[in-house]
């Protein structure tokens, strides 16, 4: 069996030149859309199928994290099966059911996805139950991330922020690096727990699940093994309205020929919210992933 190191391809770093003319700033992308499965999500998804004895694992998640699992299951042979809302991008639930797993489609108005993965586990006792970013195999997994680019003397990396995996397993690998580098988390402005969350030193969940364009992002709540990490490890916390989030998709294509899904351009977004932040800084957006459906993408750009 492959080593998660081994297992995960190491990511794209570009340096735009025309997008840093546009901006006026040093920008340098970290893409993780080339990432098996199209996302980061493949890095912490295969490191819970290599690290749990289970012989099948369940979870729930709108589309990365699914189809990563997915994956990383059909490469150590378990089980998998992902409770998705049925809203999730349709890319994303065929690439789930391409893998062999199962996708359990459910309507958010009338059923959490929580509630659904605590009935599925009934019915499964022998799966392990997976969260998408509040579990430590996950965090683990991501800060291999961060350790790839630990070394190239950032002031800033700004991070997309939806249940606080990514930033938390960024966090992480800097802290055990010894890395100054700033980590700012960038959040959808129609689901700021995080940001809301940071600024008061709680925990504070949405509501509701959120109506924002970036659809990976659409969490109630930061994880609990997360928050404390982003507490003491993130510098701040960027709110991006969806016109910005659409803005930025539209510049990775035209300017860096890039496809990046809602979710990932929220590094970019944040920029586009406050340009003056960063000048004269060398600063890293990392995109998280590449994987929206081609309807919603065309209409984006």
Request: net charge negative; glycine share 10%; hydrophobic share 40%.
């Amino acid at each position: 069996m492959l080593s998660l190191l081994d297992a995960i391809r190491p990511t794209t770093i570009i340096e735009p030149s025309k997008l840093r003319y546009h901006l006026g700033l040093d920008i340098t992308i970290v893409s993780e859309t080339f990432q098996h499965t199209g996302s980061f999500k493949f890095r912490a998804g295969y490191n819970v199928a290599i690290n749990v004895p289970n012989d099948s694992i369940l979870t729930a998640s709108s589309g990365n994290f699914g189809q990563a699992i997915a994956y990383a299951c059909k490469l150590t042979g378990k089980k998998c099966t992902v409770v998705m809302p049925e809203t999730s991008a349709k890319v994303k639930i065929d690439a789930v059911r391409s893998f062999g797993a199962t996708a359990d489609l459910i309507d958010v108005a009338k059923i959490g996805r929580a509630e659904r993965v605590a009935q599925l586990s009934e019915e499964m006792p022998e799966a392990y139950i997976a969260s998408p970013y509040d579990d430590e195999f996950v965090i683990e997994g991501n800060s291999t991330l961060g350790d790839e680019i630990a070394d190239r003397n950032f002031d800033a990396v700004i991070v997309p922020v939806g249940g606080g995996g990514l930033i938390s397993g960024t966090i992480r690998s800097f802290c055990r690096s010894g890395v100054m580098t700033e980590v700012i988390g960038a959040e959808p402005l129609l689901g700021n727990d995080a940001s809301r969350s940071f600024k008061a030193g709680e925990l504070i969940a949405n509501e509701s699940e959120p109506k924002t364009i970036a659809d990976g992002a659409r969490t109630v709540s930061l994880g609990s093994l997360n928050w404390p990490i982003i507490k003491y490890g993130a510098k701040d916390f960027i709110e991006v309205s969806d016109e910005k989030i659409a803005e930025a998709v539209k510049l990775y294509f035209g300017l860096v020929n890039l496809k990046s899904e809602p979710t990932g351009a929220l590094s970019l977004g944040a920029v586009l919210e406050n340009r003056q932040r960063f000048d004269g800084k060398r600063i890293c957006v990392i995109v998280s992933g590449g994987n929206v459906d081609p309807d919603i993408y065309r209409n984006l750009i």
